[in-house]
């Protein structure tokens, strides 16, 4: 076990965790494969996002995500130092659910250091030992993560620090978020930003005999028939149930968790910024030749932006959590231009364009390359920016973002 925070340390202490966990987690698959729902195993593998360091990776483009993950930070600290200051002292082991490989992997730990940090010394409380399982679909650069990225977190954390900071270890968790991932009553704070919007699979029933229900579209759109709202409604009703009632089973009573969404303003059906354009950049393609009609009308992405109204709804009806605080708050991409009140110049415009761009490609590349295949990709994508850019001034106010704070039961 890893007794200092030196960045070596850890670097061999993580490999040697993550081999075992990687060889640990192999055998449980085996083994409780026939267990297992059959839903939890229908992830599709191709939806992580972009891995690597690359241009088009994840790492360089999730800073929309980095935004929205900053908006919420007093909730983190809030949940955190309640945790911290009341009931668990001696050790603290946290869950960030949906970690991807970016700067992003790190960034609630060191603001959880912070603030443990801070409390600390204020109240001269003793220092935990802090746990962190990293989880993800196994399909996730988690290479990245412990080779690049962990070292730059301990880099920054140290930088002109002599005083001692908590022991962290660190391990990966590879598996879906709709199956049980963790021991039964271990986890005191559970993470997960931006992921759950993910669902388990495409919503079944998106085709009929007569052909595709949400034929042209990729999501559900504002021509869509009405079921198709309603199916993807109840897959992420589901989805969402069974991912509380997986946390409720590893959580300790009075654990905390701190949820964020890509979600909708109320009343509005079909809202999703990024697919919007990425199926009108699809559809164009299928004009000039480039995509057959037919793959378009067979894709569907497994994803859904919950109003308010829906989240609660399901956090009520599967009845163990608390719901402490549920914000609604902007995303403010236009932090890059300079003056929000102006309408945006045409340099501004394809700044933002582009940003829309490089982040949806991190997030869709996988999966849009498995259906239609790579070579779309750039032409694709190009068209995405020319779109977004153009559309920006119409769309910014219609982003909404969605934080929930929750307490786990006394049940
Ligand atoms: N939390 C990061 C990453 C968000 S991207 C951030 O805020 O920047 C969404 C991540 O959720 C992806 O890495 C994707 O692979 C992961 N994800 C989607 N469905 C998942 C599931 N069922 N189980 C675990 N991770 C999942």
Known sequence: MVQSLTKEDFTSATSRLLGFKFRRCFIIEEEEEAKRSTEAMKVPQVMSMKGGVGQNSYTNNSSIQNIGISQLKHLIREAILDLYSTTFLNNLVIADLGCSSGPNTFMVLSEIIEAIDERKNECNLPLPEIFVYLNDLPGNDFNTIFHTHMARFYENLMEGKKKKLPNCFIAGTPGSFYARLFPMRTLHFVHSSYSVHWLSQVPPGLEDETGQLNKGKIYISAISPPCVFETYLKQFQKDFSQFLRFRSEEMVTGGRMILSFAGRK??????????????????????????????????????????????????????????????????????????????CSEADKYKIGSIMEKGTRAMTEEMLASHFGMEILDKLFQRFREIASERWHDEQDNLLNIGVSLTRKHL
Do not use: H, W
Not at 282 to 289: A, I, T, Y
């Open 266 to 343: 109320s009343g509005r059906k079909e809202y999703c910024y990024s697919f919007i354009i990425l199926t009108q950049a699809l559809k164009d393609m299928v004009s000039q030749g480039f995509v057959e009609e037919a793959k378009l009308d067979s894709f569907n992405i497994p994803y859904f932006s919950p109003c308010v109204e829906e989240l609660k709804d399901v956090i009520d009806r599967e009845n163990s959590f608390d719901l402490d605080r549920i914000e609604r708050f902007d995303v403010v991409l236009d932090a890059c231009v300079e003056d929000r009140e102006k309408p």
